[in-house]
């Protein structure tokens, strides 16, 4: 079975500082990840995804993430934090065969940037 | 601009009288979902449809039902709302439903239950 695991309910930010907001995977096979963001009663929204290729990938509103397979993990980043940014951040992982496109998230991060 | 509607984005309802939420997509997507989240927990997946073929999730409720009746809407009945169905409700679509797509999600519609 696969899972994810997002070990901050919290992280705190002062604006303009780097974020990182952590995820951990775990699957059988090669991992799909996806990383969704979701503002107050609103839907998802997609940031960035892995598939294969390069460990860093480069999403929406400038965040990143870096796959890093021996540690199975793949943390979303932003070099500078923005009020905006505050929001809910969800980790997912697709499986790598059979099951179709089933997702399944993480428990989520709330994300609080502070002036 | 492609995008995934979800009306009404808020449904008001009482317990025990059916509702049904409806989700529409410009995306021409193959496939859509209907997810449940509740309080800031992580979006539980109820169902899906690739084209006309409905997938159930082994732990979803006889309570809730689907239907699809084109590409572009799919709708979610409630046939008997209980207290505990007070949740948003997500609308995703994607390409083709392989492991790899990307799925897009609606707004949501938040259901309570009075």
């Known amino acids: 079975a696969q899972s994810v695991a997002q070990p901050e309910d919290q992280v705190n930010v002062a604006e303009g500082n780097p974020l990182t907001v952590k995820c951990t995977y775990s699957?059988?096979?090669?991992?799909?990840l996806f990383w969704y963001v979701q503002y107050p009663n609103r839907g998802l929204q997609f940031l960035l995804k892995y598939i294969t290729g390069d460990n860093l990938v480069k999403g929406s509103y400038g965040f990143e993430a870096e796959f890093n397979k021996s540690q199975t993990s793949f943390h979303l980043k932003k070099p500078s934090a923005l009020v905006s940014d505050s929001a809910l951040y969800f980790c997912a992982v697709s499986p790598f065969t059979g099951g179709g496109n089933k997702l399944t998230f993480g428990t989520g991060t709330q994300l609080k940037v502070e002036l | 601009d492609a995008m995934v509607i979800q009306n009404p984005r808020y449904q008001v309802t009482q317990f025990g009288k059916p509702v049904t939420l409806s989700c529409s997509q410009t995306l021409n997507h193959n496939v859509m979902y209907w997810y449940q989240q509740k309080s800031s927990q992580a979006p539980k997946l109820l169902f899906h449809?690739?084209?006309?073929?409905?997938?159930n999730e082994a732990d979803t409720p006889d309570n809730f039902q689907s239907r699809r009746p084109n590409t572009s809407f799919c709708f979610l009945d409630i046939r008997s709302p209980g207290l505990g169905d007070a949740a948003m409700y997500l609308c995703a679509t994607s390409r083709e439903g392989q492991n790899t797509d990307t799925q897009y999600f609606g707004p949501g519609t938040r259901l309570t239950v009075l």
């Open positions: 449809y690739y084209d006309k073929d409905f997938n």
């Open positions: 699957v059988s096979g090669n991992p799909y």
